[in-house]
């Protein structure tokens, strides 16, 4: 069964503060991972999808790696700002089941 | 424009009494499915669908019901609804589970019951 872990569970940066979100995964017979962001008691807002056989997506500050062979992924948030506040989620689909990790709180301080 | 949309957005019952909660989207996507978010247990599936008559459980599917009648539609049913159903429920659907395919999620949906 598949299991995703994100940590750390919970950040606080200073504003303009570059930072790394870390998910990893335990099994690597994966199809994509796709990068979350879930405000307090609202909706998914999907940020990038990185295919199996695809090793980074960029869009805008935000940079998404994989490494599916040790089963890990990356998220770095460049400059960071306080509209950055959310929790963010990974998510794999395997098999035929997306699976989430239970997210990394971030909060960015003015 | 492309969307996954759920209905009720917000919902308070009673314990007991049926309720539905509607899921449709309007990309011809072949899987759907059903999950629920509560507070330091994340988001767990609870049914999911490959195709038109075709649904599976998921990890936690005691207390639910589902059906694939029609492509776009995927509703979630909750016979005798009970207090630890209250959660906030999230439907998604993708062209297939299988790929480089995203995963569309849907508004949420808030239920209470009492």
């Known amino acids: 069964k598949q299991e995703v872990t994100q940590i750390p569970a919970a950040l606080s940066v200073p504003e303009g503060e570059n930072l790394v979100l870390n998910c990893s995964f335990t099994?690597?017979?994966?199809?994509?991972l796709q990068w979350f962001r879930q405000d307090p008691g609202k909706g998914l807002t999907s940020l990038l999808l990185?295919?199996?056989?695809?090793r980074e997506q960029t869009s805008g500050r935000l940079n998404a790696s994989l490494d599916k062979s040790s089963g890990r992924s990356t998220l770095y948030i460049a400059a960071s700002q306080p509209g950055d506040s959310a929790t963010y989620l990974c998510?794999?689909?395997?098999?035929?089941?997306?699976?989430f990790g239970e997210g990394t709180q971030l909060t960015v301080n003015p | 424009e492309a969307q996954v949309t759920q209905n009720p957005r917000y919902l308070i019952t009673v314990t007991g009494k049926k309720l539905t909660v509607t899921c449709s989207q309007n990309?011809?996507?072949?899987?759907m499915s059903w999950y629920r978010q509560d507070p330091g247990l994340g988001l767990r599936q609870i049914y999911y669908?490959?195709?038109?008559?075709?649904?599976d459980k998921g990890d936690v599917p005691e207390g639910y019901k589902v059906s694939r009648k029609e492509k776009r539609n995927f509703p979630l049913i909750l016979e005798s609804p009970s207090p630890n159903q209250t959660s906030l429920y999230f439907c998604a659907s993708s062209l297939i589970i299988q790929g480089p395919w995203e995963q569309y999620f849907g508004p949420g949906t808030r239920l209470t019951v009492t």
């Open positions: 990309m011809n996507h072949e899987y």
């Open positions: 998510a794999v689909t395997s098999g035929s089941r997306l699976t």
């Open positions: 099994d690597s017979a994966i199809y994509n």
């Open positions: 669908s490959m195709n038109v008559e075709v649904t």
């Open positions: 990185i295919q199996s056989s695809q």
